[in-house]
Structure formats: C-alpha cells, structure tokens
C-alpha cells in the first residue's frame, strides 16, 4: 500500500522551531517531485516547499530563509525545518508526490488540483 506518513507536528511558540518529516511506503519515489503545503482553517491549501528529482527546491515567499526542505538520499523520507515560526504558519502540513516539470509547477499547483499521492497531515500550531 502506497503512504505518505507526516510527523512531527505539535504546538510551539513564536520564534520556535519544529522538524517535520514524511516518511514514504510501498513505492519509488525517486522520479517524483514532493513537497510541503498546508491549509490554515478557513483557507485553502498553499504551498510551502517543493524538491524535484534532481534536487532543486523552490519556497512560497512566506517561508523563504526560515524552511527548509530536504530529503534523504533514498528519497524515503523528505523533511520540512522550519525556524522562526510566526502565527501565520498555523495549519495542517500535508506532504504529497507527483510527476512535475518544475518546482514551481507543483508549489503553485491550484489548490483544488489533487496530487498523485497525499499524506493524512499533522497539525502545527505556533501562539504568539
């Protein structure tokens, strides 16, 4: 059964840091963009991080120069670091896989465009 399972999710304040990890089951997703986003309640669903196949990332505006997105050499487990959160990076993180050209074409994806493969989520949530 193919999974993308998130993890490390949890409460924090502003200015803290959190890791989340996306651990990737039953398939090979190593010709497969992946990425982070997150929808807030009340919003619809955003990019945050995207990396390609050849390793190229790409970050919402928003996050750039405090996320990081990364995975390990076997693309079994993508990571998304985040520092010096703010409130407005409240929500839930999903990762997802698919086939892309660019970077940019699955971070921009619209928000109702499904994803190859999507995770169930884990929530963040940053008090101020």
């Known amino acids: 059964q193919v999974q993308l399972v998130e993890s490390g999710g949890g409460s924090v304040q502003a200015g803290g840091s959190v890791r989340l990890s996306c651990a990737a089951h039953?398939?090979?997703?190593?010709?497969?963009?992946m990425g982070w986003f997150r929808q807030a309640p009340g919003k619809e669903r955003e990019g945050v991080a995207a990396v390609d196949s050849r390793g190229d990332t790409n970050y919402a505006d928003s996050v750039k120069g405090r996320f990081t997105i990364s995975q390990d050499n076997g693309k079994i487990t993508l990571y998304l670091q985040m520092n010096s959160l703010k409130s407005e990076d409240t929500g839930m993180y999903y990762c997802?896989?698919?086939?892309?050209?660019?970077?940019?074409?699955?971070?921009?994806?619209?928000?109702?465009?499904?994803?190859?493969?999507w995770g169930q989520g884990t929530q963040v949530t940053v008090s101020s």
């Open positions: 039953g398939y090979d997703f190593r010709g497969f963009c």
């Open positions: 997802a896989a698919d086939y892309c050209d660019t970077t940019t074409s699955i971070l921009y994806r619209p928000p109702r465009t499904p994803f190859r493969f």
